[in-house]
């Protein structure tokens, strides 16, 4: 009972510390998309418009006031639910990424399992070999992984299992001709609340190779950082004496070292989820995958400012959604927090 | 219950997948195999379903699968009747009697009529919505309905291009009776056309699926069930066309499509079509002097540069035109003498301790190599003496630069024109009153306003002919190369090509 009555208490400390904070970025945002050199106007308009008309343009999009003013006018719409309407696509922003974030929340979830999977596996292996030959190569295995972006991972798979082996696609959500059920947009859950298994395996095999070229990015931070802190742990006087106990060495790392040092790896996940959440860009383009990331490469190549700040918000607030779901976590695994 | 994951469980599980997934996979790309069925791997997607409301040239070859036209162009570009069977633009410019098919039905069962004319061109446009379509009709002030299936457009203004706007970018026939009963957001999700497929699923960014619209009025498409998968990265699109996920491609690395031209099962072609690529020129700063631009343009080995970019397929131009358009002159050329600039620069009174400088600026991935092709040209300018600074800028800071006249002396440029029409050629790159050209002397600015409300077609094709070899010969304007679309597809796959590049899944058919 203490410890929800705890986690309420940060929730709500949390929430109210959020405010400023997303005022604060939101102004931020606003102030440097309007000072870069782009004109949303000209963009705005089909190629044979006049001079005029992108003048008139600017002015009736108000980049002709002060930004502060258009600051202000931005706030009061978006304090109501008013994001803005895409330049480029011409619909409500909100709409828009109401459409394409499941998909990337989608993505970033799988691939966050993928790189805890891997990481965890990894952290553990790299543990289990430490003074052995077998580490050196680990290490070196790890610091190659660690140094390929997501990127690369995702033109490699797509290569290798796409291409080479074709054993997986590695276009869209779905292959032509399944049904694409639309209930919560969240694909994964939509096909198992309608049924439709087929749609849902198929949906699972498109997001392997995506899921894959993320988590594997990754996972070597996780192992390394697992690793360490097993290091660390295991050199606590708490260690020698559950061995002295008789315990087993499996009991003593699941028991007892494990516990404690998973707290900095949950951290690192934590900090690799938000950045997880907002830099899927590269691989949705590259696997067609139409979710956030795909939708803000537009946005930028189009100068489409009112889509660039309203993902640039979402991304802020799904940061400080996991950085609350995170120290909540913290304060369940560890009691020592909970007295304090 | 606990489940222990040992070597054996694990290397069992693994088989399992890697089994299961090669059998859904095979699944997958058996239908790409079906011959009722094609998939296009194309490298953008729609802006909107609403084709009257945002001008993308990439997307012009899916809108024609669902809507219609007034007007089409033919392979060869020539504009041939589509909704309209006859069309007669009056001496004057002022208006244009037309009459329209009356057989043709939306997707939804409605039939086309001369309202929906009325209210695509007219009524829509000044209803407020920002449509870009308004721009390219702001002279229509009304059509005058004379008959179920004629009637009259009106102009405030000589509208010579009247006629290729009709076949050109936004200028798609919309249901009026449907837009008004579920406005216009639902017909964006909904769209309804005239054109040979009906829009069956559509997720944004990722896919479209379109099926054979079986009361067509004309020819009737072979292959019933089109799925356009949206692919934007190139190595992506390579992936696909060789796994077989797609049957054609298009805008991939040259070098890829060559590759890929060689492999079993597929064929690859590059083909020039209606884009440009040339400079955008300033007349002041370090541009003042007509002697420098020259030099610039008599430096340039165009021939160099597409052998080395594009296979040698683009074609080295001397004007400002796309060989077969109308205002195209394939006698002239414009030589590529390095001496002669050396000699022009030396004339001019510039040396190797006082050299000539300016500044160019490139996009980075807007189109094909046009950074590569940026820094050739600086070591070919480098090479005659004159002194360039490289500087890369985004697409989307060209307009606001330009607007600012903060442009400098050169820009690498690339301009799409599907009607080739020399209006919007050199008309629209140097009229000083749009926003796309940098150019701003009057000297050719006024030649340019004269010509955009010249009615007499032969008059006016033969002014923008005169005007482009002006615009090259004082270095208004440096032409470089036709752009290509180098296109793979399955052997057995047939389609027709155009000379704007569009690919239309409807002239598709298997072997």
């Known amino acids: 009972m203490r410890m929800f009555a705890t986690i309420a208490k940060l929730l709500v400390k949390r929430v109210l510390t959020a405010i400023p904070i997303l005022l604060v970025v939101s102004a931020l945002l606003f102030c440097i998309l309007r000072v870069l050199p782009v004109d949303p106007a000209a963009m705005s308009l089909p190629p044979n418009a006049t001079v005029q008309e992108v003048e008139a343009m600017r002015k009736e999009m108000g980049l002709d006031r002060p930004i502060y003013e258009q600051y202000g006018i931005w706030l009061g719409k978006l304090l109501q639910g008013d994001i803005g309407r895409s330049i480029h696509f011409r619909q409500d922003v909100t709409s828009l990424i109401g459409t394409t974030l499941p998909a990337t929340v989608e993505l970033a979830v799988i691939a966050m399992m993928v790189a805890t999977v891997f990481g965890l596996a990894g952290g553990l292996f790299l543990f289990y070999v430490r003074g052995t030959r077998a580490e050196a190569v680990m290490d070196f295995v790890s610091i190659l992984l660690l140094s390929l972006p997501e990127f690369l991972w995702s033109l490699f798979l797509l290569l290798i299992f796409g291409v080479f082996f074709e054993v997986l696609p590695f276009t869209g959500r779905l292959s032509p001709g399944f049904e694409r059920p639309v209930v919560t947009g969240f694909l994964l859950l939509d096909s198992l609340i309608t049924g439709n298994i087929s749609t849902f395996f198929n949906a699972l095999e498109h997001m392997i190779l995506p899921c894959l070229a993320l988590g594997i990015a990754l996972s070597p931070s996780l192992m390394r950082v697992l690793r360490s802190s097993l290091l660390d742990v295991y050199q606590d006087d708490y260690i020698q004496q559950a061995r002295l106990r008789g315990l087993s060495e499996k009991r003593i790392l699941v028991r007892h070292g494990l516990k404690n040092a998973i707290l900095p790896t949950l951290s690192l996940m934590g900090v690799q989820f938000g950045f997880l959440f907002g830099g899927t860009l590269l691989v949705e383009i590259i696997y067609s995958y139409p979710g956030m990331g795909n939708l803000m490469v537009d946005a930028i190549r189009n100068a489409d400012l009112p889509i660039i700040q309203g993902a640039g918000l979402t991304y802020c607030i799904a940061v400080l959604v996991i950085s609350i779901a995170v120290d909540s976590l913290y304060l369940i695994l560890n009691p020592k927090l909970r007295a304090r | ?511």
């Open chain 2, 1 to 511: 219950m606990t489940f222990e994951i040992d070597r054996r469980n694990l290397l069992q599980m693994l088989g399992l997948a890697a089994v299961s997934g090669s059998a859904l996979s095979q699944a997958t790309f058996a239908f790409a195999a079906d011959t009722d069925s094609v998939t296009i791997g194309w490298p953008s997607d729609v802006p909107s379903w609403d084709p009257n409301l945002r001008f993308v040239p990439d997307a012009q070859p899916i809108f024609k699968l669902v809507f219609d036209q007034p007007l089409d162009q033919a392979p060869d570009l020539k504009l041939i009747g589509n909704l309209i069977t006859k069309w007669e633009l009056k001496p004057d410019g002022l208006s244009m009697p037309f009459e329209i098919r009356s057989d043709v039905k939306f997707h939804n069962g409605d039939p086309m009529t001369m309202e929906d004319f009325k209210y695509t061109f007219v009524d829509r446009v000044k209803s407020g919505l920002k449509l870009d379509i308004a721009n390219s009709w702001r002279t229509l002030t009304d059509i005058e309905i004379t008959s179920p299936t004629s009637g009259v457009m009106k102009f405030s203004a000589a509208t010579p291009t009247a006629p290729q706007w009709l076949a050109f970018l936004g200028s798609y026939l919309v249901p009026k009776k449907y837009i008004e009963s579920v406005g216009p957001e639902e017909f964006a999700k909904k769209p309804v056309g005239t054109g040979p497929y009906k829009l069956v699923d559509y997720q944004m960014n990722s896919r479209i699926v379109l099926e054979r619209n079986d009361t067509y009025f004309g020819p009737k498409p072979k292959i019933k069930r089109v799925t356009i998968d949206i692919i934007k990265d190139p190595s992506a699109r390579t992936a696909a066309i060789q796994s077989g996920q797609v049957d054609l491609t298009v805008n991939i690395p040259v070098r890829e499509a060559e590759r890929l031209g060689k492999t079993d099962g597929l064929t690859a072609e590059i083909n020039p079509f209606t884009r440009l690529i040339l400079l955008q020129m300033r007349n002041d700063k370090g541009f003042a002097d007509m002697a420098v631009r020259l030099a610039a343009h008599h430096a340039i080995d165009k021939a160099a540069l597409s052998k080395a970019f594009y296979g040698g397929a683009a074609v080295p131009l001397s004007i400002p035109a796309t060989p077969g358009t109308p205002g195209y002159l394939p006698d002239y050329k414009f030589a590529y003498d390095p001496e002669l600039s050396k000699k022009l620069l030396k004339d001019a009174g510039y040396t190797a301790e006082k050299p000539a400088t300016f500044t160019l600026a490139s996009t980075n991935g807007q189109f094909p190599s046009d950074f590569d092709i940026a820094r050739a040209l600086v070591q070919m300018w480098q090479k005659v003496g004159l002194k360039v600074e490289l500087q890369q800028i985004e697409y989307s800071k060209y307009f606001e630069l330009n607007r600012g006249g903060q442009l400098p002396e050169a820009t690498l440029y690339s301009f799409d024109n599907a009607t080739g029409d020399p209006e919007i050629f050199s008309g629209y790159l140097m009229n000083p009153k749009m926003p796309f050209g940098a150019w701003k002397g009057m000297e050719i600015g006024d030649k340019i306003l004269k010509l955009f409300v010249e009615p007499v077609y032969e008059k006016r094709i033969a002014g923008y002919k005169d005007v482009a070899k002006e615009a090259v010969e004082t270095g208004a304007n440096i032409p470089i190369l036709q752009s290509v679309q180098t296109l793979v597809r399955k052997k057995s796959l047939s389609y027709v090509k155009y000379g704007n590049a569009w690919v239309l899944a409807n002239t598709m058919s298997w072997s």
